[in-house]
């Protein structure tokens, strides 16, 4: 896999490369601004592009920017954000700007190890990785203006989708509910079933089904 | 930045030094100077008999010295102490040129003590008035007071502005500081636990320790969000009011009509206005909608955040009376209005000076 990174954090930056070295991932490219960042993913193409929401020169919101024209230039760029805040305007700007894999991490998961490269994995094949804390601000916002389509779900499916934007596996969602692997693929299908989603191979529909979620959430 | 614009706007203006130095005043005592050398030089030239250039020096000096007390009295505000203030530099710069006429003329009888006299009981009078007039006089009372309140605003307002840029300064230390440490030092601690498989107590020592390290960042972002959240530093008041009104437990509807960046200090203002508004109708609104509008006008910024709850909200409540003192602080006015069955409102203004 071939990944580029735009940190501005030095520290970081080269501990997340030596992490990632490790674990047989190759960092192809580095930047530490928007623009360098623009740069490294015209010229290389990579798998996945981890990207700080705050860079020079601005310091604000410079790599949500960076990263959506990087998505327009480059179409289904996997995107992984890192940040030290939940915000879910960004997470909303980012699944609007096209396809392609989505997460947004806080940036103390890096801390963990393997949980972290399961996501850098995740969305690098185009699937999401949303932070539990994203999750949870987005099924706030959720649970009041009803639009319809999530609506239908029940409590218990609600649980299981925000679990499944957070990217986590079915035998994961089992074990956090505690209920069997079994009640959460029943769970799915519902929940497949109730957005009306197309009959195509699981791992494409648990996709648009957070992507759905998250549409409607933004 | 605005920062900086309206630090400068609030500090004290007005010069340090003792004498203006204008241009025309330069001119006049340069030229002034180079007559009296010239009229020494003819003096000599001549025979050197009488020193009559005394004469011409006297002559010079005395608009030169009225020219300096005028240029130095724009120091004094306009007004009657003005007029004072070059009552007295008149009449030294004269009572100087009466005693030199004496003493370079026959310098018997001191003869220049009357029309001093006249001069010093002419000031006396002058001063006794302006003070009089300063100490009894309602309009310069007023006026004093005015001044008075218009370098306080002035001053309060700068304060306020470097207390916003200071908060928004720590919070960007924080963010590049001790966060990033501990987010570099979970990080490592991560990776030792990885390599601590093998020897499961000190792994779990390890990752103990990096959920400590977790701990400390989530409490350093909570402080961060509590100065002020990022999006309203990153996006603007618009942007966040549009994700509170989002994150808001009912539907909220947003019509905001401002094009550019407000200063933080009003934008902090603002947001925490309309932020515990939309607290307090989701907690008595009774799941009523609500409607924020924020519209400048002129130099002030309007907010209104209404309801159509059952409206008898509590107008003094512990929310809104600290709402109140931070507008006021920054001399706006916040109105609540709460008729029963008639939803409630509240409205803001603040002096965007923009």
Sequence with gaps: MRVVIAEDQALLREGIVALLRERGIEVVAQAEDGEGLLRIVVGHRPDLAIVDVRLPPTFSDEGIRAAVEGRRRVPGLAILILSQYVEPVYTAELLASGDGGVGYLLKERVGDVPGFVDAIERVAAGGTALDREVVAELMQTRRRDGDGTLEALTPREHEVLALMAEGRTNAAIARTLVVTPGAVEKHISNIFSKLDLPATDDDHRRVLAVLAFLRASG | MQMTAAVDEGAPKGPSRAIEWSPALALHAGL???LGLVVIVIWAATGAGYFWPAWVWLGVGLPVAIHAVAQASRRVRAGRRRGLFVHAGVTAALAVFLVAIWALSTSGYFWPIWPLAVLAVALGADALVVGLWERLSPRAREQALTERVDVLTRTRRGALDVQAAELRRIERDLHDGAQARLV??????????ERLADQPDAAELVRRAREEAGAAIAELRDLARGIAPPVLADRGLVAAVEALGRRAPMPVRVDARIDHRLPPVVETAAYFVVA???TNV?????????????????????????DDGPGRANTEGGGLTGLRNRVEALDGKLEVASPAGGGTTIQAELPCGS
């Design chain 2, 32 to 34: 002034s100077a180079l």
């Design chain 2, 184 to 193: 570099a030092l979970s990080m490592q601690l991560g990776r030792a636990e």
């Design chain 2, 276 to 278: 515990e508004s939309l």
């Design chain 2, 282 to 306: 989701a907690k008595h609104g009774g799941g009523a909608g609500a409607l924020v509008s924020l519209s400048i006008h002129g130099d002030r910024l309007g907010i209104e955040v209404s």
